[in-house]
């Protein structure tokens, strides 16, 4: 018997709240219409809030997790988000290397929604040299694609969006989508680079409140819909669109951020939650 979905591998830490990180990227992936597999890369302690703690998973076991899984079936698309250590990204790199026609989507993942740091320098440079080459899209909020681009031996770098675009592009990735939930502006601004520059630029309406898990929302949506056999443009495209509603169905369950509804296509008028 044949798949009969898509195959989706996301390497991820865990979230209790089911707002952001693996459970965020399986009711995202599973909505657009793939089959998530999942590989721990951390597991955390937070609430709706923010990040109490993490405990990164040790290289061997996410090494053990992916290829079990690998060596079983075939894999579309990988996303891949917050990764808890060095040792983890170096892992999780060496087996990307041995996928190379299969789409990858990085969210890099370096703070949470209330600004708790979730990967030091060493991470983020490893991330610059192994990861980010590597990749066929990332996907990095503003405050992400200045630290990425950051030239940290000029005190005074302060490069624009466009400039930090590109530096991320000359690491070696094929796209780059920096997201403008962050900027100072009356509508989020959204605008995917390439090596000739500007690809798309989409405007969105700036919804009331914070959201827990958009990044790994979007993310994992670009993911699902290149597996689908979509373009990059054009997945991207359909991901912000998806997103944009699932954040606009939000729901509040604590005290802290709005969590996405990822399975707002699925629920009559009568039936929004709250």
Not at 79 to 88: A, C, R, Y
């Amino acid at each position: 018997m044949s798949e009969s979905f898509p195959l989706v591998m996301s390497f991820a830490a865990t979230d209790p709240s089911g707002g952001a990180g693996l459970q965020a990227d399986i009711l995202t992936i599973s909505s657009i219409g793939c089959h998530p597999l999942t590989v721990v890369t951390a597991i955390t302690v937070q609430d709706t809030s923010g990040v109490e703690d993490v405990l990164p998973m040790e290289a061997e076991w996410v090494v053990d997790q992916a290829r079990a899984m690998l060596e079983d079936v075939r894999v579309a698309a990988f996303k891949i988000g917050m990764l808890g250590s060095v040792e983890n990204v170096v892992a999780i790199a060496e087996i990307l290397a041995d996928y190379p026609d299969a789409p990858f989507v990085l969210d890099t993942v370096l703070a949470s929604g209330r600004g708790d740091e979730l990967a030091d320098e060493d991470m983020l440079d490893a991330m610059c040299e192994l990861l980010i080459p590597q990749a066929t899209i990332v996907t990095p909020n503003s405050i992400e694609a200045r630290r990425l681009a950051l030239d940290e031996g000029n005190d005074e770098d302060d490069p624009s969006l466009e400039e930090c675009a590109r530096r991320i592009l000359a690491m070696g990735c094929e796209y780059v989508l920096i997201t403008g939930t962050h900027e100072q502006s009356s509508k989020v601004i959204n605008t995917l680079y390439n090596e000739q520059g500007v690809v798309r630029s989409d405007s969105w309406e700036r919804l009331p409140g914070s959201y827990h898990g958009s990044g790994c929302t979007l993310a994992s949506a670009i993911a699902a819909l290149l597996a689908q056999g979509l373009d990059v443009p054009e997945a991207v495209k359909e991901a912000q669109e998806y997103t944009w509603q699932t954040l606009k169905g939000g729901f509040r369950p604590g005290m802290g951020q709005f969590i996405p509804d990822r399975l707002f296509w699925a629920r009559g008028e009568d039936d929004e939650v709250s």
